[in-house]
């Protein structure tokens, strides 16, 4: 049977996984800033989704901040 009380804990691992950005973007290059998003900025892989972001985020048909 497992004893939580005799267990020794060896191994630790750090938190910068979770708390350090991993999507990097940089404005004019592969970023734009947001208006109606839940981030500041918008980073994006291709023209399309550029447009597709630019797009929704001037869009009057929208209520609520949604992530594209």
Do not use: Q, R, W
């Not at 004893?3 to 404005?27: H, M, Q, R, S």
């Amino acid at each position: 049977m497992f004893a939580a009380e005799n267990c020794i804990l060896t191994y630790f691992y750090g938190t910068d996984v979770f708390t350090a950005p991993t999507i990097k973007g940089k404005l004019g290059v592969n970023a734009i800033k947001a208006n109606k998003h839940l981030y500041d900025h918008i980073v994006y892989d291709s023209t399309n989704e550029k447009e597709f972001a630019e797009n929704l985020d001037v869009s009057n048909d929208l209520d609520v901040p949604i992530t594209y």
